[in-house]
């Protein structure tokens, strides 16, 4: 079965400084994709970034970078020179490759300071 | 460009009461679709997924059921509500099942049950 584990309930982040968010998972397919998704107060889930597990290099994406060690088995979300407008929560998701489901993590709320 | 529509935005039913949820996806074919719920500042629960018509897929026991009667169409459905129904949730769609593609989400229902 899949699971998805993002051990960080909270954090605070200054302002222009940059955050990690943790993400492991754990898997026993071969091949499948990891995402990030944020979810601002208003609730909709806005996609941030992929990675796919034969993937060579790690995802950028603007501002946001996938920290992928596939051996550790984590997927870590890194955002540089945070924004106010960052403050939200953060969800890792993995599908497999050759599955329908998307399993998400229990996610990780951000808070940006000024 | 495809387009994910959910409704109502908010709903407040008293317990014992039916619940239909709809959900539609417009400019694509056989996507697979995705009731999650969410409780107030939790992680995203997969309650049913569908990869085709009359296909349905579920992931907890629970009071609610999920129906697709066309190939864009989800309904989430209970006969009779329950307090613990109360929450967030969230319809999705992605892709066919053999593509690493992102998961598209509508705005989501506030539901509360009283």
């Known amino acids: 079965a899949q699971k998805i584990t993002q051990t960080q309930p909270g954090m605070f982040v200054q302002e222009k400084e940059a955050v990690t968010l943790d993400c492991t998972y754990d898997?026993?397919?071969?091949?499948?994709?990891l995402f990030w998704y944020k979810q601002p107060s208003s609730g909709e889930m806005i996609f941030l970034i992929y990675?796919?597990?034969?993937?060579?290099q790690n995802a950028t994406e603007g501002r946001y970078s996938l920290n992928f060690q596939k051996a550790r088995k984590s997927a870590n979300l890194v955002i540089s020179a945070s924004q106010l407008g960052d403050s939200a929560m953060y969800f890792c998701?993995?599908?497999?490759?050759?599955?329908?489901?998307?399993?998400f993590g229990g996610g990780t709320r951000v808070l940006v300071k000024p | 460009s495809q387009t994910i529509h959910q409704w109502p935005a908010t709903l407040v039913q008293p317990v014992g009461s039916p619940l239909s949820l709809e959900c539609t996806v417009e400019?694509?074919?056989?996507?697979?679709l995705y009731w999650y719920r969410q409780a107030a500042g939790r992680g995203l629960q997969l309650l049913f997924y569908?990869?085709?018509?009359?296909?349905i897929s579920s992931e907890v026991p629970q009071n609610l059921s999920a129906s697709r009667p066309q190939d864009r169409q989800f309904i989430l459905s209970s006969k009779k509500l329950l307090l613990s129904d109360s929450g967030f949730y969230l319809c999705?769609?992605?892709?066919?099942?053999?593509?690493?593609?992102?998961?598209?989400f509508g705005q989501g229902t506030r539901l509360t049950v009283v």
């Open positions: 999705a769609w992605s892709e066919f099942w053999d593509r690493d593609t992102e998961a598209f």
């Open positions: 898997t026993s397919d071969p091949s499948y994709g």
């Open positions: 990675q796919g597990s034969y993937d060579q």
């Open positions: 998701a993995m599908r497999k490759a050759a599955g329908n489901k998307l399993t």
């Open positions: 400019g694509t074919s056989n996507p697979n």
């Open positions: 569908s990869v085709g018509i009359g296909q």
